[in-house]
T-cell receptor, first 110, second 112 residues
């Protein structure tokens, strides 16, 4: 299993839809996880941190399933401005490093 | 405003030339990182530093060098040994291990 694995998409959804992405990871010892958002030709920006079973911030919910070693990101009421690539990030090795997934691309349409 | 500043935004390298990318942070973070991103691909770690005067190789360190003489600064040199340097280079910092990283807005490097 890769250290971090994501479905590249694209996920094309209409405005207002609910969409969910999954991310699987291989290091069972990982304690913290992150979701980043990256717009085209821009730097990644932190969206959410996940330290326990989950986290919610407005329309965004992140959930952690340690038994199956995956984290998910749920976006409710999608907006056009949510169109971006979403990166799943997991500490690896000695936890000095974060490993970034290759990202899932979301396109929200009118 | 606290943040990470990378310069230049765009850089062109001639064959056989070394170039240095600047990264400065005023967030008082101990850890700093350099990543490379190729089109349509994920971020790959080049070098990282957890404390001043110490740094470790990442997954793709060959052809690159770094220094960490000051807490605020972590410059990356792309040497002539790096045969395929064209990429988007991102610098990041964090408060410590396994903590969220905050990124500068990147430097795009191309070969002339």
């Amino acid at each position: 299993r890769k250290e971090v694995e994501q479905d590249p998409g694209p996920f094309n959804v209409p405005e207002g839809a609910t969409v969910a992405f999954n991310c699987t990871y291989s290091n069972s010892a990982s304690q913290s996880f992150f979701w980043y958002r990256q717009d085209c030709r821009k730097e990644p920006k932190l969206l959410m941190s996940v330290y326990s079973s989950g986290n919610e911030d407005g329309r965004f919910t992140a959930q952690l399933n340690r038994a199956s070693q995956y984290i998910s990101l749920l976006i409710r009421d999608s907006k056009l401005s949510d169109s971006a690539t979403y990166l799943c990030v997991v500490p690896t090795g000695t936890a000095s490093k974060l490993t970034f997934g290759t990202g899932t691309r979301l396109q929200v349409m009118l | 405003d606290g943040g990470i500043t990378q310069s230049p935004k765009y850089l062109f390298r001639k064959e056989g030339q070394n170039v240095t990318l600047s990264c400065e942070q005023n967030l008082n973070h101990d850890a700093m990182y350099w990543y490379r991103q190729d089109p349509g691909q994920g971020l790959r770690l080049i070098y990282y530093s957890q404390i001043v005067n110490d740094f470790q190789k990442g997954d793709i360190a060959e052809g690159y060098s770094v220094s960490r003489e000051k807490k605020e600064s972590f410059p990356l040199t792309v040497t002539s040994a790096q045969k395929n340097p064209t990429a988007f280079y991102l610098c990041a910092s964090s408060i410590g291990q396994a903590k969220p990283q905050h990124f500068g807005d990147g430097t795009r490097l191309s070969i002339l």
